[in-house]
């Protein structure tokens, strides 16, 4: 696999030259500057593949080119959205970029409750707390319904968490929860997230999946005449928050919105940690299933903390090989999957992976970090993840 790293462009606070000490191969980015809905001009890209290029990288997956709420629940702008979508793929293909991951989750693209909390080694690392979220949801949201959502035990005891917590203690609660995608939606208010949530009124799980079949229809046969190759990431995490629909949450999901689109160009990106949240979700047998439309990879691990909801548990960023995830069977398959496609004879054989989401270690802490992604617990994932690869090979 091509051991890529994400970077958020010039504001990351890594320098793009210090990842070769890490032996990062690749580079996974994003023009986070233009809003969900807008074209991505041709000179931006090549910009931004220019400052990669003087660093000694290459461009190779684009994450993400966001899809717009008004695409997601076909609201007014969605044709303007989805013909400005159509003309970035054409941009992003004239500079040679072939793989595109993006998501469909409504509004929030991933959900902590916490981006660090301490461990006990003195670390810190990202964590989903349902009661937590409760506190949020029904206190400071104050979501209509959303009692309905959450057991008596969850409602009683977020109460009595709401009741003590201090003020600067809610407003980094609702930080947290708000932040999705570092540095895209931490200006949030409640005002906004309370709108937004009034545009999925009347859409449920089974209309947003049509609504992400009906997107694909559209776009999936321009990615193919252009030899690019899409990848849905999986929903984050795998189960319903805020009465949102969640539609790529395990293996069926996949296998519905794949079989729909049956075209190569209509993919997966392989999150091992989000749809490894789910007790049922078993990596190597994902692979098994859908390798051939797997065009990147997420490897990074959770952990289930014990005595929580099964259908929503609380969970922390583990270290890549310490999770609930199988993570050597999982790289093991993914490398089968490699041999079967260069045997084929694919061009598009190697799969890009990069080590996501990493606890915060030594010289990380302190909060200069973006949160989830720091240098070193990174560099620690991609070092075990380096070495499960070269005994697989």
Request: proline share 5%; net charge negative.
């Amino acid at each position: 696999m091509k051991q890529c790293w994400r970077w958020f462009g010039p504001e990351d606070p890594i320098e793009l030259r210090d990842l070769h000490q890490v032996g990062v191969q690749g580079i996974v980015t994003s023009l986070h500057n233009f809003a969900p809905g807008e074209i991505w001009d041709r000179q931006s890209i090549q910009h931004r593949q220019s400052l990669l290029k003087s660093e000694g990288y290459t461009w190779d997956v684009v994450e993400s080119l966001p899809v717009s709420e008004a695409i997601k629940t076909q609201s007014a702008d969605m044709i303007a959205h989805i013909t400005a979508y159509k003309t970035s793929l054409r941009a992003l293909a004239a500079q040679g970029i072939e793989v595109i991951c993006y998501n469909f989750m409504p509004i929030l693209d991933w959900t902590r409750t916490s981006l660090r909390a301490r461990q006990s080694h003195g670390g810190a690392a990202m964590m989903f707390d349902l009661v937590k979220f409760a506190v949020f949801d029904l206190h400071i949201l104050e979501r209509r319904d959303a009692a309905s959502e959450y057991s008596e035990v969850v409602i009683a005891k977020a109460k009595a968490h709401f009741d003590q917590m201090t003020t600067d203690e809610k407003a980094m609660l609702q930080h947290n929860i708000t932040a999705g995608l570092p540095g895209a939606n931490d200006h949030w208010s409640i005002t906004d997230v309370q709108e937004l949530l009034h545009s999925y009124a009347d859409i449920t799980a089974e209309r947003l999946q049509a609504n992400l079949i009906d997107f694909l229809s559209e776009i999936t046969p321009l990615a193919q005449d252009l030899g690019l190759r899409l990848c849905c990431h999986p929903d984050d995490p795998p189960f319903a928050l805020l009465g949102l629909p969640r539609v790529m949450s395990n293996t069926n999901d996949y296998e519905k919105v794949l079989s729909a689109v049956d075209l190569s160009a209509n993919g997966a990106t392989l999150c091992t940690g989000s749809l490894g949240v789910a007790a049922v979700f078993d990596g190597p047998e994902f692979v098994k299933q859908h390798g051939p439309r797997i065009h990147f990879a997420h490897l990074r691990n959770t952990k289930r903390i014990a005595g929580t909801d099964p259908q929503k548990p609380d969970f922390y960023e583990a270290p890549h090989l310490e999770g609930d995830t199988d993570m050597v069977g999982t790289v093991r398959a993914l490398m089968a999957e490699q041999s079967r496609r260069k045997t084929e004879g694919r061009g598009d054989w190697q799969i890009p992976m990069r080590p996501d989401h990493g606890q915060e270690l030594l010289s990380d802490l302190g909060g200069h970090s973006t949160p989830g992604y720091p240098l070193i617990g990174r560099m620690r994932g991609l070092a075990e993840l380096r070495g499960i690869i070269a005994a697989c090979t």
